[in-house]
């Protein structure tokens, strides 16, 4: 698409220094000219390179593979082959070790070094017995390193993982907090460097069985980096808790207020001001440097479309990298909550503020691109660029953007969940370079999980993926597919309302220890695994270094950018609306004496606007009360059409102070039905519609419930 272009140039502020004898011998090195040897890897090596932002910002040296060992279904073995998108994601493991005294140890990993563990992210619950879902068990979770007889590291795996064994968050934390314990995810971000070899392994009393049909279900991934032979690593010991607890404690604080940090020769470039719909505006930095800190603040009459129709465009020594919608750029996606991660911050005023280090040669330039019918407001636009000394490990920053609109959630010929699920590309990169991150926003069309799906990452054309995940929630740190908000260095759900109904949810992980170079591709896709035939609008960002002609799949598309965003349902499927109805769900609660009243979403039943009002649990006796609106005073017949299943109790309905009508809500299967309550003469305004919980059906499961679809007010003489 071509605007108008508002051009601001900062003028050349290239500045020279002298550079001393050892950056020299730095630059010679990384040219690889004098082959100088790497320092040692320590523990406290990591910790200091995980709060470093600039190391992302050059190629690995040491060099390093990183790799994932997971749950995964072992059914899947190849895309061409079935059981590709098999969903037993648990209780696999690499082996099982029998141990003297007739023991099992689960193998969970086994990899040679010299390397590094640098995330562990699990999720369990207890074996299936006759009287349901039994207790986890809480097994004992080793980490043998350098072929030692005796662990390390073992005790309790949620002690280890999240329990304060080894250290306190955010390095060692569940999410949400706002979750009950039971259905964390639980994550540990503490790096364990071994020099030769490492093996982990699970041990408890209570049956496994490979994808835990009957027994313990343990999910797990371990994502660990493996340095070139020679490397010199020094291998964790629980002693270094105590010997590096400062570094400890400065690492977790700096992760949880995350900072730009001192900057020498420091320049600010400012682009506030409003931008006209279809117009352009675009500062250029003409100098080398970095940029270090990019803030953003969007006022706009329609604020979600302002954040996915305003386009972040940078441009690195005259190569586009970064073409992305703002608010997906900052990871909230068009709605979301105030939250801040390691790397990024949107806060309670709407600023979003980025910390990606973004090196650069001779010259930078950001645009702001308004693909909405409307204008915005840049009330706050500002890059912080400081000092950076370009050589040839340095890498340019990318970020590409793009949506699946209304896509549907099976594929075609499916008519069953997981029959229906496919690969979904976030991004190919052809070239040299480390992945960062990546922000999913979905808008879901249905009232069911929409994200069983595993991420599928090939490095360097493997025919297998090297990173084969549990479930998207597992991926970005959660699980479960809990809806609740979590914010963490590296993983946040500033949004889960998408999760169990309708909605949008937005994740986003980033990286550090766990970054994933790649020398010549990297393929990075994630299955759309849905639980009901609906349709989504599925949005990926994905984030990267890579060097000077890099390239990729994803282009720029101002059309799909443009569109309107999904706010409700029925932005994005057929919803069928009953005509004049009052929809239940919309009434006003007055009194209620006991149960549970929710919004209940199920569009394959064919509710009007696909959801009820829905009691529950209520008990013989309980009322409830609502109120419904009439907007001119006559005389009305008053139809209810209500909800049936095998757990829906007998209930007494009456209008305003009528006397009440019963209704056996008893049926096999769930249904509705329209019935006609009465006649009345009902006054304009408020008015009220009171159902009493009267009995059950014989054949019905006692729950007692009632579900009201909508109510229509059919005028009569």
Not at 111 to 117: E, I, K, M, S
Not at 264 to 276: A, I
Not at 405 to 410: D, E, M, R
Not at 585 to 595: A, R
Request: charged content about 20%.
């Amino acid at each position: 698409m071509n605007s108008p272009r508002e051009t601001f140039d900062t003028g050349n502020r290239t500045s020279t220094s002298k550079l001393a004898p050892v950056f020299l011998s730095l630059i010679l090195f990384y040219g690889g000219i004098v082959p100088l040897r790497a320092q040692t890897v320590t523990f406290a090596s990591l910790l200091d390179e995980m709060t470093d932002r600039d190391v992302l910002a050059r190629f690995p040296n040491p060099a390093y593979t990183c790799r994932q060992a997971s749950s995964y279904d072992r059914a899947s073995v190849a895309p061409d082959q079935p059981g590709w998108f098999a969903n037993m994601d648990r209780s696999h493991f690499v082996r099982v070790e029998e141990r003297s005294g007739g023991r099992k140890e689960y193998v969970l990993m086994d990899a040679q070094g010299p390397g590094a563990v640098v995330r562990f992210w699990a999720t369990w619950h207890g074996p299936q017995g006759e009287k349901g879902m039994q207790p986890f068990s809480d097994g004992t979770l080793r980490f043998y390193l350098d072929h030692q007889p005796e662990p390390v590291i073992a005790g309790p795996i949620s002690s280890i993982l999240d329990g304060g064994a080894l250290c306190r968050g955010p390095l060692s934390q569940g999410v949400s907090p706002e979750t009950q314990y039971g259905q964390r995810g639980h994550n540990l971000y503490l790096p364990i460097p071994y020099a030769r070899h490492c093996r982990i392994t699970y041990e408890t009393d209570v049956p496994i069985d490979p994808g835990a049909h009957r027994g313990e279900a343990l999910y797990y991934q371990i994502n660990y980096r493996t340095y070139v032979d020679g490397t010199s690593v020094e291998s964790f010991s629980m002693k270094q808790l105590g010997t590096h607890r400062e570094a400890i404690n400065a690492a977790q604080a700096r992760l949880l207020e995350p900072t730009t940090g001192k900057v020498n020769d420091l320049t600010e470039v400012t682009f506030d001001g409003p931008l006209e719909a279809g117009k352009t505006r675009t500062v250029t930095v003409n100098r080398p440097g970095a940029m270090r800190e990019l803030a953003i603040n969007l006022q706009a009459e329609n604020q979600p479309q302002a954040l996915r129709s305003t386009i972040l465009e940078i441009s690195f020594d005259g190569q586009r990298t970064v073409w992305c919608p703002v608010g997906d750029f900052f990871g909230r996606g068009y709605r979301s909550a105030p939250h801040r991660t390691w790397y990024t911050e949107v806060t309670a005023d709407g600023q979003m503020r980025c910390r990606w280090i973004m090196p650069f040669q001779r010259e930078c330039k950001i645009s702001l691109i308004n693909l909405a019918s409307e204008p915005v407001n840049v009330a706050q636009g500002k890059a912080k660029v400081g000092n950076w000394n370009w050589d040839e490990r340095s890498m340019y920053f990318h970020a590409s953007w793009h949506q699946k609109t209304k896509a549907p959630s099976f594929r075609p010929e499916a008519s069953r969940p997981g029959d229906g699920a496919f690969d979904v590309n976030y991004v190919t990169v052809e070239g040299k370079g480390v992945y960062v991150g990546d922000t999913l926003a979905i808008f879901n069309g249905a009232a069911a999980w929409w994200g069983e799906g595993d991420e599928k990452i090939y490095v360097d054309g493997e025919s297998f993926p090297s990173h084969f995940g549990t479930g998207t929630e597992d991926y970005y740190g959660y699980a479960w597919c809990r809806p609740e908000f979590f914010q963490a260095p590296f993983h946040t759900q500033p949004s889960g309302a998408g999760n169990f109904r309708p909605g949008f949810s937005v994740n986003s992980r980033y990286r550090s220890l766990d970054a994933i170079p790649f020398t010549r591709s990297l393929k990075f896709d994630m299955e759309l695994w849905h639980w009901h035939r609906t349709v989504v609008n599925f949005a990926p960002t994905a984030l990267w270094y890579a060097r000077p002609g890099a390239t990729w799949n994803v282009r720029p598309d101002p059309e799909t950018a443009a569109l309107p965003v999904a706010l409700v349902r029925s932005d994005v499927v057929e919803v069928f609306r009953a005509p004049n109805a009052l929809e239940g769900e919309s009434l006003k609660k007055l009194q209620m004496t006991g149960g549970i009243l929710e919004i209940q979403d199920l569009p394959e039943h064919r509710w009007s606007n696909d959801s009820q009002v829905w009691w529950r649990d209520a008990k013989v006796g309980d009322r409830l009360e609502l109120e419904f609106e009439v907007s001119k005073a006559g005389n009305y017949e008053v139809v209810a059409n209500l909800t049936k299943a095998n757990d829906y109790g007998v209930v007494a309905v009456s209008v305003n102070d009528s006397p009440p009508r019963r209704f056996d809500r008893y049926h096999e299967v769930v249904a509705h039905d329209a019935l006609v309550l009465g006649t009345f003469q009902l006054p304009a305004g408020a008015n009220r519609l009171q159902v009493q919980i009267a009995g059950s059906n014989e054949k019905a499961i006692r729950r007692h419930m009632f579900g009201l679809d909508y109510l229509q007010l059919i005028p009569r003489p």
